[in-house]
């Protein structure tokens, strides 16, 4: 099959419509207070608490479960493992679309977009590690676009660039890992320079590793969850091969993603014994953090495993769900909840409304964009010209 069944054309009423449509336009009237009233007027945010839900959510979390991009890409690519080759354009189009709108939500937290290209190309500040995950996140944003060109191309009918593009994909893979390394690892190094702000439960020398360890488990959930969603939406868009391979995609991720939290539960729990942090345990942030571990990690872990055993899909998606939710939480922890934890609870940081709704503006317009582009262009099918030619 070249291209997916087309049922017909469907009512532009429709109820996601209709919903998206309503909080896209919500966005677009508090991005204008946002714009015009200045940051203090729509935030919460103070001189103890600079980083709150946009940091937190929008660049944290979707940094991170942006990350099946490099995964996928990784096993197919650089692994050799050709059975994710059908996976592979939804999560770099899933990524791209991630971190661009990572870019896109940090103007609203950052202020004056026009002044973007200042930290790169105008004044560096090259001791700074904001300045490498800038770097590395406009390198890698680039290696995303030009990875997701090919389906471009072959939607637009331009054969010969297309062509060019497809020889640089190993390239392009091996420098998207690279980059990825580098900035995931050093959003978590950013919190290390807080000892006294950030609970000791949370707080480790080795935060690096546990964003990069923990990104790896986030992005194969994220494919399986996007694919899952993807499957009963745009059912309609997927051509034979795509189906065929979808179960033992998830069988593939779902092995290797029970593998992955395992040893981030390890090297976690390494880092509370290095620390000597066992007393903490029996506080109420312990509580919390035993609550992400146990039921965030330890739990989707086993449900991986045990999916994996039974040839379960079913639960392996629900584990796919809890990992992302997991992964959510513990950028909440780091980000917001156990950041200043010894501040009176006047002086703690919760999102304002208006936070919260851009942050749910942006959520709706990645999802609105990539049902737009997945229901044109060839995502979850081969053109028909470049059939097998991966």
């Known amino acids: 099959m070249s291209t997916p069944a087309n049922n017909g054309p469907?009512?532009?009423?429709?109820?996601?419509?209709?919903?998206a449509g309503a909080i896209l336009v919500m966005g677009l009237v508090l991005s204008v207070l946002r714009?015009?009233?200045?940051?203090?007027?729509?935030t919460n945010l103070d001189d103890n608490n600079p980083w709150g839900i946009w940091i937190g959510f929008d660049l944290l979390c979707g940094v991170a479960l942006a990350a099946g991009g490099y995964t996928t890409s990784a096993a197919c690519y650089i692994f050799g493992l050709k059975r994710f080759h059908s996976a592979v354009r939804p999560a770099i189009l899933t990524a791209f679309l991630g971190y661009a709108l990572v870019v896109f939500a940090l103007q609203y937290d950052l202020g004056r977009p026009w002044r973007l290209p200042y930290p790169i190309f105008v004044s560096q500040g090259t001791t700074s590690l904001l300045f490498e995950v800038g770097l590395c996140v406009m390198l890698y944003l680039t290696v995303l676009f030009i990875e997701f060109t090919p389906a471009m191309f072959e939607w637009l009918g331009w054969k010969k660039i297309r062509k060019v593009v497809v020889k640089l994909t190993l390239v392009l893979t091996i420098f998207g890992v690279v980059l990825s390394t580098l900035h995931q690892s050093s959003l978590g190094a950013l919190y290390t320079i807080a000892p006294s702000k950030l609970?000791?439960?949370?707080?480790?020398?080795?935060?690096?590793?546990?964003f990069f360890v923990s990104s790896i488990a986030a992005g194969m959930s994220m494919v399986i969850f996007e694919g899952s969603m993807s499957h009963k939406k745009l059912h309609r868009m997927m051509d034979e091969e795509y189906l065929k391979h979808h179960d033992s995609v998830v069988f593939g991720f779902g092995k290797a993603a029970s593998l992955v939290l395992f040893g981030y539960f390890f090297i976690k729990t390494m880092g509370v014994a290095y620390d000597n942090n066992w007393h903490y345990l029996a506080s109420g942030y312990g509580l919390v953090f035993l609550t992400e571990m146990l039921g965030f990690v330890a739990l989707p872990c086993f449900l991986y495993a045990v999916g994996v055993r039974d040839r379960n899909?079913?639960?392996?998606?629900?584990?796919?769900?809890?990992?992302?939710?997991?992964?959510?939480?513990n950028r909440f922890n780091v980000s917001m909840i156990a950041f200043n934890y010894h501040l009176p609870a006047a002086d703690r940081y919760f999102p304002s409304m208006t936070e919260i709704g851009i942050s749910v503006f942006i959520v709706t317009l990645g999802v609105v964009i990539f049902r737009f582009i997945t229901t044109r262009m060839p995502i979850f099918f081969e053109h028909s010209d470049y059939k097998g030619d991966h």
């Open 199 to 210: 609970h000791p439960l949370w707080y480790s020398p080795y935060m690096p590793l546990y």
């Open 10 to 19: 469907k009512s532009a009423f429709n109820t996601f419509n209709l919903v």
């Open 35 to 42: 714009f015009t009233q200045g940051i203090g007027p729509v």
């Open 313 to 329: 899909l079913g639960l392996i998606k629900k584990a796919a769900i809890i990992t992302v939710l997991g992964i959510v939480f």
